[in-house]
């Protein structure tokens, strides 16, 4: 099981340029995730899908739109990169109605910078 | 909303000691308590979890212990080793609530 990929690694976006951050998880999970890390800020989440279908706004969702593709794949997109957006993209995972419903799993992340 | 407060920021401890992160929360419906260790470069992985059944658990030299009256929950390292050297994240959050709220991070430096 590879748990949760994501795409691309690294990204530099000039101001105004739009881009798709691509996630997958092989563990058929139901929830999935896009969080932001920024600097002594922890992790704030961006949006996430409690189920295929489905997709909520989290604690800072403004200047991004998501798209839950199928049970496996969740999109993060930025339709007009501004510097503000500068950050590393965390994707997650959980499984939903379980024993172990609350527990997420974290892909390596998007370094992603915008001049 | 849930709010999650860790302390400290940084904590620098000798090779052998240990190393104890405090959080609190906000919202007394939370009962779930996960941590999560990040390693430079790389994602944050669970290292352990507490649900608000139980008041303490442990895994080896990890343990974690939750405080529901004061609404505050603890990780515990012992016997620390230079491969514990990372930031760790404190989050709450509850069943039926998928979302998890995150502390603002410890960094853990282990001086051999």
């Known amino acids: 099981n590879a748990g949760v990929t994501q795409t691309p690694k690294f990204q530099v976006l000039k101001t105004g340029q739009s881009m798709t951050l691509q996630c997958a998880q092989d563990?058929?999970?139901?929830?999935m995730y896009w969080y932001r890390q920024d600097p002594g800020m922890g992790l704030r989440l961006i949006y996430y899908s409690a189920s295929e279908g489905t997709t909520d706004k989290g604690e800072v969702p403004n200047g991004y739109n998501v798209s839950r593709l199928n049970k496996r794949e969740f999109s993060l997109r930025l339709e007009s990169a501004a510097p503000s957006q500068t950050s590393v993209y965390f994707c997650?995972?959980?499984?939903?109605?379980?024993?172990?419903?609350?527990?997420?799993?974290f892909g390596p992340g998007t370094r992603l910078t915008v001049l | 909303g849930e709010n999650v407060e860790q302390h400290p920021s940084t904590l620098s401890v000798q090779e052998g000691d240990s190393a104890v992160i405090k959080c609190t929360y906000s919202?007394?419906?939370?009962?779930?308590f996960p941590w999560y260790k990040q390693e430079l470069g790389k994602g944050p992985q669970l290292i352990i979890d507490?649900?608000?059944?139980?008041g303490e658990k442990k895994d080896q030299r990890i343990a974690v212990t939750l405080n529901k009256t004061a609404k505050h929950f603890s990780l515990h390292i012992t016997e620390t080793q230079p491969e514990d050297s990372a930031v760790y994240f404190c989050a709450a959050s509850r069943t039926g609530n998928e979302k998890l709220t995150f502390g603002t991070g410890t960094r853990l430096t282990i001086i051999p």
């Open positions: 507490i649900r608000s059944n139980v």
């Open positions: 563990m058929n999970h139901n929830s």
């Open positions: 997650a995972s959980s499984e939903w109605g379980g024993n172990l419903a609350d527990t997420q799993y």
């Open positions: 919202d007394s419906a939370s009962n779930y």
